[in-house]
């Protein structure tokens, strides 16, 4: 959900006349305004982000109990890959400001594997030899998800912000995988 500046302007009001309604019994001093304007913005923003929050945690919830239309039962964390997916980096290659990955992902289960949310903010890293990540350009180029088929393997290349030379290791939901030199 989005708002427009006129919106967060109205609701802002808004919160701000009902503390004041809220503090109409007694003799108004600015402290006490203040206070309650500041205790009523704030509650609705920690309301807002709970809810963003909860939706969000209900999508993963929803998509990862849930297989696909194809039948592919849903990864988003390195705990569930752990015994089904085989992650090596295959190929780095540094390109102008962007840095390009080729991760290979091999299924050892009898059943199809989606990785899902691999754009999230952290789930995907390229760290430098000096200990600085980076992560995936916003671009169109990187997937959020990858399907791999039943006792097979994918090559996915990812493309990370730059610039980055050199890449000591690739991280995955936490887990660093050495790149081959």
Known sequence: MTFTPSRHIILASSLLLSSLCFAEGEPANDSSIKDSAKAAVSSAISAG????????????????????????SIISSREQMKDRIDVQVLKTEAVGDTFNV???FKNSSDSQLRLIN???AGALLAIDQDGYANGLTASLENPD?????????????????????TSTTVRVW????????
């Open 49 to 72: 982000k709970n809810l963003l929050g909860g939706v969000s945690e209900g999508v993963l919830d929803g998509r990862q109990s849930a297989q696909g239309v194809d039948g592919a």
């Open 102 to 104: 080729t991760l290979g």
């Open 118 to 120: 691999l754009k999230q």
């Open 145 to 165: 998800d990858v399907t791999v088929p039943p006792k097979a393997a994918v090559r996915q290349k990812f493309v990370f912000e730059g610039p980055i030379e």
């Open 174 to 181: 936490g887990q660093d995988y050495q790149v081959k030199k």
